[in-house]
Structure formats: C-alpha cells, structure tokens
C-alpha cells in the first residue's frame, strides 16, 4: 500500500494564480481531511469529508475548495492564492471520524509559497 | 468549538532523561486523545492515543495519562533516545473533527 500521497512537494505561485493539492489514498478510507501548517499554530483543518459525495467545513476554510467524487481523492482548490495561504499542507485518512474516531493517516505534505 | 493548549512548546532533555508534555481541553464531549510525533520533513504520525473510558495507556517507553474532571492530558516517554527528537502534537476529537495542539519541539540531546 502507498497510503496517503500528495502531489506536489513543493510548489511556488503568485498572487491570484489558482491551483489544486492533489491527494490520494488506497486504504479505503471513508475519512479524508486537509490540514495546514503555520509555525507555532499546530495543525488546523480546512476542510473534511466523511465519505464520497460529503464535504463540510473545518476552522479555516475560506479561500479554499474540495470535492470528493471517489473514496481514493480529495483534491483541495485554492481559488485566487494570496501570500497568507503561505504554508505546508497535509491531507489525511482514516477509517471513520466522528464519535468512532480511527488512527489519522497523513501524506507527506505540500509545501506552498504564494507570492 | 474545542480548545486545546499544549505545554511547553519546546522542551530539551538529556539522552535516558524523561520528558513530559501537557495539554488541556475545553470541550467536556471530548472523548478520544490521540499523540503524533512528526519527524523533519514528514507527515505527523500516530505514536499512541487514549479514550476517555481510560485514565492511563503504556506502550513501552510511551505513556499518555488522562484526567477528564480536570480535562488534561499528558505525555511521558521514558528513557529518551535521540531519535524521540521530533515535534509532537497533542489533540482531542470535539464535533466530529479533531483538534490539534500547537505543537512541542522535543531535543534530545546525547
């Protein structure tokens, strides 16, 4: 099994370009979720979904997009970058979340800078 | 929403020394507490978690401890090697999603 992968390492855009974090994963987890990383602020989800077809919002959401048309990918959009979405973002999987929460898988990140 | 503070942010400790981190929650329906430890470069990754039908869980020189009326967690790890040198994360499950720590700089130094 791969796990979780993501796509690119690294990436670098200017001010308004968008872009999709490609994510995938093939243990058939029900549970994806996007995270990203700021010094000093731990791990804040963006956005999650509990199945194919299901997204929801988490604490940052605004200014990114996600659809879950497979079990396997969970792409995250950035519509217009902006240099404050400078970060490193990770996806993640689980069997389930909710009151059953499972062990979180994460990829091995995407390292953004927006100029 | 769920808030969790984590203590200290970062902790140097000598090699066979023990180190300890701290973290509290607000959000009293929160019920499973899990530990990742992220190496440079890497993905965070699970090294242990407890549920709160637990008070302490022990996998070798890993320990978590949980005191739910006061609403703290903690970490121990024993015995400290130089490859225990990582970030480590504390988080707690509040409305279906999971809320993580600011994070603990661990060194551990030889």
């Known amino acids: 099994n791969a796990g979780v992968t993501q796509t690119p390492k690294f990436q670098v855009l200017k001010t308004g370009q968008s872009m999709t974090l490609q994510c995938a994963q093939d243990?058939?987890?029900?549970?994806m979720s996007w995270y990203r990383q700021d010094p000093g602020m731990g791990l804040r989800l963006i956005h999650y979904s509990v199945g194919a077809g299901i997204t929801d919002q988490g604490e940052v959401p605004n200014g990114y997009n996600v659809s879950r048309s497979t079990t396997e990918d969970f792409p995250l959009r950035l519509l217009s970058a902006a240099p404050s979405q400078t970060s490193v973002y990770f996806c993640?999987?689980?069997?389930?979340?909710?009151?059953?929460?499972?062990?979180?898988?994460f990829g091995p990140g995407t390292r953004l800078t927006v100029l | 929403g769920e808030n969790v503070e984590q203590h200290p942010s970062t902790l140097s400790v000598q090699e066979g020394d023990s180190a300890v981190i701290k973290c509290t929650y607000s959000?009293?329906?929160?019920?499973?507490f899990p530990w990742y430890k992220q190496e440079l470069g890497k993905g965070p990754q699970l090294i242990i978690d407890i549920r709160s039908n637990v008070g302490e869980k022990k996998d070798q020189r890993i320990a978590v401890t949980l005191n739910k009326t006061a609403k703290h967690f903690s970490l121990h790890i024993t015995e400290t090697q130089p490859e225990d040198s990582a970030v480590y994360f504390c988080a707690a499950n509040s409305w279906g999603k999971l809320q993580f720590g600011a994070g603990t700089q661990v060194v551990v130094t030889p």
């Open positions: 993640a999987s689980s069997y389930s979340g909710g009151d059953s929460y499972n062990e979180q898988f």
């Open positions: 959000d009293s329906a929160s019920n499973y």
């Open positions: 243990m058939n987890h029900e549970y």
